[in-house]
């Protein structure tokens, strides 16, 4: 019986295809999985991402009785530095990592898919999965800054160098090509995709529609690289609108059907051993009347935690299913205010076009039209402030004072704690 022995076969299982099998010929339904998943990876740690950039931006506190990292580490208590090799340094990292990952796959997949029946289709594809890839790289950039990040990850056992080590723009313009790729291919993309996105992206799911997406994320890397005209260039052609709904965009959307994912940045009001609660300074900084002190709530009493306080809860969000903003339009109009006062050195013409936005965002939170003095440098100090109120708890507050060189005036609470620039490169990667 032994000799007569026969060789077993290794069968696919048709219930988890492989990587290879789907990039060699996938179907329609494949690759509507591989966008599922996309859009699924992109919340995942998310919550760690908002908890890392939102306490070290000082917009506020993350108590947690099982975990006194977010109270010691990102705030720098004492001697504590933040650990390359934890939670808030590798999860948000490889989780944004692992949504690259499965953008590479299908950019590989359409290129080698029959079901895939014309090159606008194709093309369509490779758009949204470079546009999203880009942001995913840019939330890696805001983390790990002049550490530089990896652009070229294709192939994992010969991964690209580190881009913009030392040299922060550099990571930018590259993020920065990969969306003008993602772009001219939606142009090229026909009238549809070949599969179907989330609620998240509703008034967005079309090649000509998505294209708005991208070039709202371009406008916002372009002003993080500081170039003006070109953030103006690609507003021109993304979903601004100065007087639109500020909240038109797109968004993570959360739920409670079986499998999905719940809002990780909502806690009860009035929660105690884990919970998020805003710091004293949003409300004490605000103007009287401002209609965004509605994102955080007064506590029935006061919490305690580590030598911290605070008499308010982080209430950006009104339930655990609440969607979480990608991008949306009141970010694109202080895009827009931003770049027209900083083109206003050499045209009086744009300063006025950049108070008038800002008088916009004002208004929308029930404020008075802007009455300060109209430099350059005075509106540079109001368009930060209506970015910190209009944009609290969405992961700006931090980059926008580390790209002004503010972060020296974040309030430090204890004495001996620190304001970090940037997160350590991951152990991993070392």
Same mark, same amino acid.
């Given at each position: 019986?032994?000799?007569?022995?026969?060789?077993?076969?290794?069968?696919?299982?048709?219930?988890?295809?492989?990587?290879?099998?789907?990039?060699?010929?996938?179907?329609?339904?494949?690759?509507?999985?591989?966008?599922?998943?996309?859009?699924?990876?992109?919340?995942?740690?998310?919550?760690?991402?908002? %908890?890392?950039?939102?306490?070290?931006?000082?917009?506020?506190?993350?108590?947690?009785? +099982?975990?006194?990292?977010?109270?010691?580490?990102?705030?720098? @208590?004492?001697?504590?530095?933040?650990?390359?090799?934890?939670?808030?340094?590798?999860?948000?990292?490889? +989780?944004?990592?692992?949504?690259?990952? !499965?953008?590479?796959?299908?950019?590989?997949?359409?290129?080698?898919?029959?079901?895939?029946?014309?090159?606008?289709?194709?093309? $369509?594809? @490779?758009? &949204?999965? !470079?546009?999203?890839?880009?942001?995913?790289?840019?939330?890696?950039?805001?983390?790990?800054?002049? !550490?530089?990040?990896?652009?070229?990850?294709? %192939?994992?056992?010969? #991964?690209?160098?580190?881009?913009?080590?030392?040299?922060?723009? /550099?990571?930018?313009?590259?993020?920065?090509?990969?969306? %003008?790729?993602?772009?001219?291919?939606?142009?090229?993309?026909? $009238?549809?995709?070949? &599969? @179907?996105?989330?609620?998240?992206? $509703?008034?967005?799911?079309?090649?000509?529609?998505?294209?708005?997406?991208?070039?709202?994320?371009?406008?916002?890397?372009?002003?993080?690289?500081?170039?003006?005209?070109?953030?103006?260039?690609?507003?021109?052609?993304? &979903?601004?609108?100065?007087?639109?709904?500020?909240?038109?965009?797109?968004?993570?959307?959360?739920?409670?059907?079986?499998?999905?994912?719940?809002?990780?940045?909502?806690?009860?009001?009035?929660?105690?051993?884990?919970?998020?609660?805003?710091?004293? *300074?949003?409300? $004490?900084?605000?103007?009287?009347?401002? +209609?965004? #002190?509605? @994102?955080?709530?007064?506590?029935? *009493?006061?919490?305690?935690?580590?030598?911290?306080? +605070?008499?308010? %809860?982080?209430?950006?969000?009104?339930?655990?299913?609440?969607?979480?903003?990608?991008?949306?339009?009141?970010? #694109?109009?202080?895009?827009?205010? /931003?770049?027209?006062?900083?083109?206003?050195?050499?045209?009086?013409?744009?300063?006025?076009?950049?108070?008038?936005?800002?008088?916009?965002?004002?208004?929308?939170?029930?404020?008075?039209?802007?009455?300060?003095?109209?430099?350059?440098?005075?509106?540079?100090?109001?368009?930060?402030?209506?970015?910190?109120? *209009?944009?609290?708890?969405?992961?700006?507050?931090?980059?926008?004072?580390?790209?002004?060189?503010?972060?020296?005036?974040?309030?430090?609470?204890?004495?001996?704690?620190?304001?970090? /620039?940037?997160?350590?490169?991951?152990? !991993? /990667?070392?």
């Amino acid at each position: 019986m032994g000799f007569a022995a026969c060789e077993i076969e290794t069968i696919e299982d048709p219930n988890n295809p492989s990587i290879g099998a789907i990039t060699a010929n996938a179907s329609l339904s494949e690759i509507q999985n591989l966008v599922t998943g996309i859009e699924g990876g992109m919340r995942l740690n998310l919550g760690q991402y908002y %908890d890392g950039v939102g306490v070290i931006g000082r917009e506020f506190y993350r108590f947690s009785a +099982s975990d006194p990292r977010f109270t010691s580490d990102l705030l720098g @208590k004492g001697s504590a530095v933040l650990d390359n090799n934890t939670f808030y340094t590798t999860n948000p990292y490889s +989780s944004r990592y692992r949504v690259v990952k !499965n953008c590479n796959i299908l950019l590989e997949a359409v290129d080698n898919s029959t079901a895939i029946t014309s090159n606008a289709l194709r093309d $369509a594809a @490779k758009g &949204f999965a !470079n546009t999203i890839k880009a942001h995913q790289l840019l939330l890696v950039w805001v983390s790990q800054y002049d !550490n530089g990040l990896r652009i070229d990850v294709a %192939d994992p056992a010969n #991964l690209g160098p580190f881009v913009g080590a030392g040299n922060p723009g /550099e990571a930018l313009r590259a993020i920065i090509q990969l969306l %003008d790729a993602g772009y001219a291919q939606l142009n090229a993309g026909g $009238a549809a995709f070949p &599969f @179907k996105l989330t609620s998240g992206f $509703a008034g967005f799911d079309t090649p000509s529609e998505f294209a708005k997406v991208n070039r709202a994320l371009q406008a916002r890397v372009q002003v993080y690289n500081q170039d003006w005209a070109n953030a103006l260039a690609a507003l021109s052609n993304s &979903f601004f609108d100065i007087n639109g709904s500020i909240n038109t965009g797109v968004y993570h959307p959360y739920s409670t059907s079986g499998g999905d994912q719940l809002n990780p940045q909502w806690y009860p009001m009035n929660s105690t051993g884990e919970t998020r609660v805003a710091h004293a *300074s949003y409300v $004490a900084d605000a103007d009287a009347g401002d +209609s965004r #002190l509605s @994102k955080v709530s007064a506590r029935a *009493s006061t919490v305690f935690s580590d030598g911290l306080q +605070s008499d308010f %809860d982080f209430n950006v969000y009104a339930t655990n299913t609440s969607s979480i903003p990608i991008i949306r339009n009141e970010e #694109l109009i202080l895009i827009f205010a /931003e770049a027209k006062i900083q083109l206003g050195t050499a045209d009086p013409i744009a300063l006025a076009d950049g108070t008038v936005a800002l008088d916009i965002v004002r208004q929308n939170a029930g404020l008075a039209q802007y009455s300060g003095p109209s430099t350059q440098a005075d509106l540079i100090n109001e368009m930060l402030k209506q970015r910190r109120y *209009s944009l609290y708890g969405e992961g700006h507050r931090w980059v926008d004072m580390r790209r002004y060189g503010r972060l020296n005036t974040l309030p430090i609470d204890r004495v001996g704690d620190d304001v970090w /620039e940037r997160f350590p490169r991951p152990a !991993n /990667e070392n």
